[in-house]
T-cell receptor
Framework: DTAVSQTPKYLVTQMGNDKSIKCEQN?????MYWYKQDSKKFLKIMFS???????INETVPNRFSPKSPDKAHLNLHINSLELGDSAVYFC?????????????????FGPGTRLTVL | AQTVTQSQPEMSVQEAETVTLSCTYD???????LFWYKQPPSRQMILVIR??????QNATENRFSVNFQKAAKSFSLKISDSQLGDAAMYFC????????????FGEGTQLTVNP
């Protein structure tokens, strides 16, 4: 009964390859995210989708393309992998942030995917 | 843009003692949330505690409590009766009304618990 799951957990690949990471949540949340954690453990938002619609697209190379087939899934496809793409990628989900002080937007994270580009 | 600063890259505490991790943030928003997440060696990001900015009362969750000073933009985490399982990287995070749904994270504090 995992809340937010990601596959694979580990991904080792050669430079120039194309790879995908899949994310699924069973929490009934409308909003999903991709974060990147670099080698210094710094976490930064990459993308956010609300009910299959892209709402945040940070300054990320266009080799990264998120896809949300439905609100429970958010996949990340990476083309032409580079050495600098090596990192841990986290998927997360939350309820949509509503107006007013009683809204909730706690984000729940998946286990992370460690991507190593050789 | 909002920023979150954790000025202690590493902290250590003796088992059963109390430790406080610091976090400051910068924002011009009035409605926002603050979080502490824990990342053990398993790398799973685990929510420890959250605080709504409009609430004056400090949040508590068992051995974990915060000292939220809104005017000073400070949000420290106190861990009481530290246990070996508390050893992890701790991240402070900010989520605000104008930043969409994103969380802005601090650099993290690596906590070591000594037996």
């Amino acid at each position: 009964d995992t809340a937010v799951s990601q596959t694979p957990k580990y991904l080792v690949t050669q430079m120039g390859n194309d790879k995908s990471i899949k994310c699924e949540q069973n929490l009934g949340h409308d909003t999903m995210y991709w974060y990147k954690q670099d080698s210094k453990k710094f976490l930064k938002i990459m993308f956010s989708y609300n009910n299959k619609e892209l709402i945040i697209n940070e300054t990320v190379p266009n080799r990264f393309s998120p896809k949300s087939p439905d609100k429970a899934h958010l996949n990340l496809h990476i083309n032409s992998l580079e050495l600098g793409d090596s990192a841990v990628y986290f998927c997360a989900s939350s309820l949509p942030r509503l107006a007013g002080p009683t809204s909730t937007d706690t984000q729940y994270f998946g286990p992370g995917t460690r991507l190593t580009v050789l | 843009a909002q920023t979150v600063t954790q000025s202690q890259p590493e902290m250590s505490v003796q088992e059963a003692e109390t430790v406080t991790l610091s976090c400051t943030y910068d924002t011009s928003e009035s409605d926002y949330y603050l979080f502490w997440y824990k990342q053990p060696p398993s790398r799973q990001m685990i929510l420890v505690i959250r605080q709504e900015a409009y609430k004056q009362q400090n949040a508590t969750e068992n051995r974990f409590s915060v000292n939220f000073q809104k005017a000073a933009k400070s949000f420290s985490l106190k861990i009481s009766d530290s246990q070996l399982g508390d050893a992890a990287m701790y991240f402070c995070a900010y989520g605000g009304e104008t930043s969409g749904s994103r969380l802005t994270f601090g650099e993290g504090t690596q906590l070591t618990v000594n037996p």
